[in-house]
T-cell receptor
Framework: DTGVSQDPRHKITKRGQNVTFRCDPI?????LYWYRQTLGQGPEFLTY????????KSRLLSDRFSAERPKGSFSTLEIQRTEQGDSAMYLC???????????FGSGTRLTVV | KQEVTQIPAALSVPEGENLVLNCSFT??????LQWFRQDPGKGLTSLLL?????REQTSGRLNASLDKSSGRSTLYIAASQPGDSATYLC??????????FGTGTRLTIIP
C-alpha cells in the first residue's frame, strides 16, 4: 500500500460549476477524514467517516458540500455551485486507530475563477 | 474550544544549526500530538506522534517533547540542512476524531 491517494492533484473551475474529488485511504484504515486548508493557515476539519458512516460534519461544511464513502473504502467530496471562497487545498487523511495517528494524502488544490 | 498556537510563524537559520519549534495548546486534555511537515503546495507528511502518556519521541535528527500539563510541545531539529526547509505544523487530537492544527512555522535553512 502506497499511502493515501487523492485525485485530481489540481482543479481549476469556473464559479458556479460542480466539482468532485476522490480519496483512496490506506486499505486497512477504517477512518477517513476531509480537511480544508487555505493559504497561510493550518488545515480545518470538514468531516469524518468510520467505515461507510459519516459520523461528524463541521459547520464549515455548507449545504453545497457533500461527502460519501459508499462501501467504506474510497470517499468523494463534492462541491456544488462553487464560489471563489471555496478555493483551497482539500486534504484527505485516514487512520486505523486513534492512537496511531493520521496519514494524509497529497491534497487536491482547487482554484475557482 | 481547543486552540493551537505555533511560535514563531517564520524562522530562518544557517545550515548546521540546531533549532527548536514551539507549539502550545489551550486544553491539556489531549489524546495525542502529531508533528507534520508540509512542503509548498503539497500535502502533510507525518514526522512524529506523541501519545498523551509519553514525554518525547525521536526520529533521526528530530526530537519532539510533550508537556501536557503546561500545554506545550517542542520540535527539536539537530544539525539543520537545506532540505529541512518547509512549514512545520503541530496538531492535537482530543479523542473525538478531529485534529486541531496550529498555523505552522515556516522554516528556511540558509546554505
Amino acid at each position: 500500500d502506497t499511502g493515501v491517494s487523492q485525485d485530481p492533484r489540481h482543479k481549476i473551475t469556473k464559479r458556479g460549476q460542480n466539482v468532485t474529488f476522490r480519496c483512496d485511504p490506506i486499505s486497512e484504515h477504517n477512518r477517513l477524514y476531509w480537511y480544508r486548508q487555505t493559504l497561510g493557515q493550518g488545515p480545518e476539519f470538514l468531516t469524518y467517516f468510520q467505515n461507510e458512516a459519516q459520523l461528524e460534519k463541521s459547520r464549515l461544511l455548507s449545504d453545497r458540500f457533500s461527502a460519501e464513502r459508499p462501501k467504506g473504502s474510497f470517499s468523494t467530496l463534492e462541491i456544488q455551485r462553487t464560489e471563489q471562497g471555496d478555493s483551497a487545498m482539500y486534504l484527505c487523511a485516514s487512520s486505523g486507530q486513534l492512537n496511531y495517528g493520521y496519514t494524509f494524502g497529497s491534497g487536491t488544490r482547487l482554484t475557482v475563477v | 474550544k481547543q486552540e493551537v498556537t505555533q511560535i514563531p510563524a517564520a524562522l530562518s537559520v544557517p545550515e548546521g544549526e540546531n533549532l527548536v519549534l514551539n507549539c502550545s495548546f489551550t486544553d491539556s486534555a489531549i489524546y495525542n500530538l502529531q508533528w507534520f511537515r508540509q512542503d509548498p503546495g503539497k500535502g502533510l507528511t507525518s514526522l512524529l506522534l506523541i501519545q498523551s502518556s509519553q514525554r518525547e519521541q525521536t526520529s533521526g535528527r528530530l526530537n519532539a517533547s510533550l508537556d501536557k500539563s503546561s500545554g506545550r510541545s517542542t520540535l527539536y531539529i539537530a544539525a539543520s540542512q537545506p532540505g529541512d526547509s518547509a512549514t512545520y505544523l503541530c496538531a492535537v487530537s482530543q479523542g473525538n476524531e478531529k485534529l486541531t492544527f496550529g498555523t505552522g512555522t515556516r522554516l528556511t535553512i540558509i546554505p
